[in-house]
């Protein structure tokens, strides 16, 4: 079964470009009409700084078979029921036929601070996962296979997300592959971890310099958890989907 990338290369450029241009702007723009935040929240409270990569996957499902299913992005109707909480709002479902083909959450982390928004991080990205996969099994989202469940994170690329960090153990060791790790070093770590345990089809995190970032340049921390991976996987998973439309 072939699969259609486009210029994936390219295509994850544009949206490299658009996440720090966008933050730029939000960030500009707030400094004009006087309402400033504090630190980097400035250029996050606009919202859209992931819709590069949003656009991305969606031309994915066109290209790969899909191009009447229906593409949910927006806040309230990218939302589906939970287990252990009512509800849970996406970044992109998309539906074919009343069947759930494939969910997936997008998140970004830039400097200064990296420890507490890293912590906090894992355990949303581990505890959505959980929630969605017990909704499932229990009857709430209707799905004749398993969905694609996809989750990416944009980490800035500085001296401090680079820099080993010690842990304490003041009662039980730390795996020896945790110790003296960088924050990227242990996002990748944790995506490697999500798609090992079955909590995620794809997880991948994508690196990017704020000075290159404007310009499209990009890096990955390993080729498992890298963005042409995680979008070869998606593709695949609309074709296979697709292939089995036709058949019927």
């Known amino acids: 079964m072939s699969i259609e990338l486009g210029d994936l290369d390219q295509n994850i450029k544009k949206a490299v470009r658009i996440f720090w241009r966008s933050r730029m ?10 309402a400033i935040d504090q630190g980097e929240r400035a250029g996050v409270t606009a919202g859209k700084n992931m819709d590069g990569f949003v656009k991305l996957l969606v031309d994915l499902v066109a290209a790969n078979g899909l191009p009447e299913a229906e ?5 309230g109707v990218s939302t589906l029921p939970g287990y252990f909480r009512p509800t849970k709002n996406w970044d992109l479902l998309v539906i074919h ?12 982390q830039v400097g200064p601070s990296f420890g507490n928004n890293f912590n906090n991080r894992s355990e949303e ?13 229990d009857g709430a989202i209707t799905g004749q296979q398993r969905p694609f469940l996809g989750w990416l994170i944009l980490v800035e690329d500085t001296e401090k997300s ?6 304490k153990e003041p009662h039980f060791p730390v795996p020896a592959e945790l110790k003296n790790t960088s924050y990227l070093e242990r996002y990748d770590y944790l995506c490697h971890k999500l798609m090992s345990e079955n909590l995620y089809t794809k997880a991948a995190v994508v690196t990017s310099r704020r000075e290159d970032g404007v310009n499209g340049e990009y890096g990955e ?10 979008a070869a996987a998606f593709a695949e998973h609309i074709a296979h989907i697709a292939a089995e439309a036709t058949a019927l």
């Open 25 to 34: 702007l939000a960030a500009e723009k707030q400094k004009q009409t006087g």
């Open 71 to 75: 593409i949910y992005v927006s806040a």
């Open 97 to 108: 036929q009343g069947v759930l083909i494939a969910a997936v959450e997008l998140k970004s």
């Open 125 to 137: 990205a581990i505890g959505s996962a959980i929630d969605f996969w017990t909704a499932l099994r």
């Open 162 to 167: 680079r820099k080993p960090v010690a842990v």
């Open 221 to 230: 921390m390993s080729q498992l958890t890298s963005m042409k991976e995680f």
